[in-house]
Structure formats: C-alpha cells, structure tokens
C-alpha cells in the first residue's frame, strides 16, 4: 500500500518568506509526528498529533512554527518569517497509534528546505 | 527530559568484519528502544528493536542488546557488507509521551 508522502521534496525561499510543508500519512494511522534533520545530524522531534487529542507541541523551537492536522489526515507544519537556520529536512512519519502499545513510526521521504 | 547519547559518530571496518553502535540514554522509565538505518538521501527505516523485557533480540545479521541497569543498549552488525552503509540512529521511548528521543546518528562505512 502506499506509504507516507510529503510535498514538496524540495523547497527554496527567501529569508523572510512564510512555507507550508504538507503530510500524507498512511492511511488508518491515528498517530501523526513532525521531525527536523539538519545536515549530519540526528532527528529533532518537533510536534506530534494523536486523533482528536491536543497536539504535543513541545518540540516547535519557536513560535514562527505551527502545524495543523485535521481528523486522522493529512498534516501541514507553517514555518512563519522563515531563517537560514531553518534550513534542513523535514520528515513527518505516522503510526498506527500512539497509545500505550507504541507502535512503528513510518518515515515519509522529507521535504528539503533550503532558505537564502 | 530525556537524553540520548550514541557513539562513535562516524564508524569505518572491513567488509566481513563485525559493527557495533551504542547508546545511552537517561530516563530509567523507557522501556522501547528501536534502531533506524538511512540510506544516503533516503528516509529512516526502522531496522531493529528492543522492549525492556528482553536483553537481547536477533534478526540474521542484526541483533540489539539492552542492559537496562547501566542504561545502554548496543546495535551489532555481523558479516558486514557494502549495502550495511549508511547512518545508523538509535531512539528511546518517552514513556507517556509517546514520542521518540533520537541519538545523534553513526555514519558505518563497508570498506570493500
């Protein structure tokens, strides 16, 4: 079946511009999470939505950054006013749940963002 | 929060040759532990894990050991071979949170 997809794959935009990264988890997938990877580093945990609960949003470094995901469905991460330190790539994965039997997180390919 | 700490960064050894990754991590209360190789531009997989009911698992190659009172768990790779390259990440469980804490990734080089 199809697995999680992102778009765009790769963005450029100026300093200063507003971005909208978009997610299509797997379908079925009630758990929903947003990553940032900088260039050789590791996987920054940046929001994660569970069904119709409230978003866990304790890793969105600034306020310039907000996701929204409506229902079980897709998810869009806005990153405002954007900086050259935002560049990186930005994973989104889904899994099955996010309850208490934890289940695999599945990567989508990423969206590289490249600011200038 | 939760710490997660992986060496070596970088990791070189001859094709044939046995790998080895480790990480420590901070929290006592975690209690999964999975690893995610990525290919060169491609997306985290995950490879292999571990729940804090076992001390080790196998799967062919692969196999991740976890010592849950010195707080480390271990990735080893066996009979390495050229498509085992990549970079190699190890994740802890917040328990309750239900989000992953990542380490800071190995890049394993095969060396034909």
């Known amino acids: 079946g199809a697995g999680v997809s992102q778009s765009p794959s790769n963005k450029v935009t100026e300093k200063g511009k507003d971005v909208e990264l978009r997610c299509d988890p797997i379908?079925?997938?009630?758990?929903l999470y947003w990553y940032r990877q900088r260039l050789g580093q590791g996987l920054e945990f940046l929001i994660y939505f569970q069904g119709n609960s409230a978003p866990d949003k304790s890793g969105l470094p600034s306020d310039r950054f907000s996701a929204e995901r409506t229902g079980e469905s897709v998810s869009t991460l806005t990153i405002q006013r954007t900086q050259q330190e935002d560049s990186a790539v930005y994973l989104c994965?889904?899994?099955?749940?996010?309850?208490?039997?934890?289940?695999?997180?599945?990567f989508g390919p990423g969206t590289r963002l490249t600011v200038l | 929060g939760e710490n997660v700490e992986q060496h070596p960064s970088t990791l070189s050894v001859q094709e044939g040759d046995s790998a080895v990754i480790k990480c420590t991590y901070s929290?006592?209360?975690?209690?999964?532990f999975p690893w995610y190789k990525q290919e060169l531009g491609k997306r985290p997989q995950l490879i292999i894990d571990?729940?804090?009911?076992?001390g080790e698992k196998k799967d062919q190659r692969i196999a991740v050991t976890l010592n849950k009172t010195a707080k480390h768990f271990s990735l080893h790779i066996t009979e390495t071979q050229p498509e085992d390259s990549a970079v190699y990440f190890c994740?802890?469980?917040?328990?309750?949170?239900?989000?992953?804490?990542f380490g800071q990734g190995t890049r394993l080089t095969i060396n034909p």
């Open positions: 994740a802890v469980l917040i328990q309750g949170a239900q989000k992953l804490v």
């Open positions: 571990i729940r804090s009911n076992v």
């Open positions: 379908s079925g997938h009630t758990a």
């Open positions: 994965a889904s899994s099955l749940s996010g309850g208490p039997s934890y289940n695999e997180q599945f």
């Open positions: 929290d006592s209360a975690s209690n999964y």
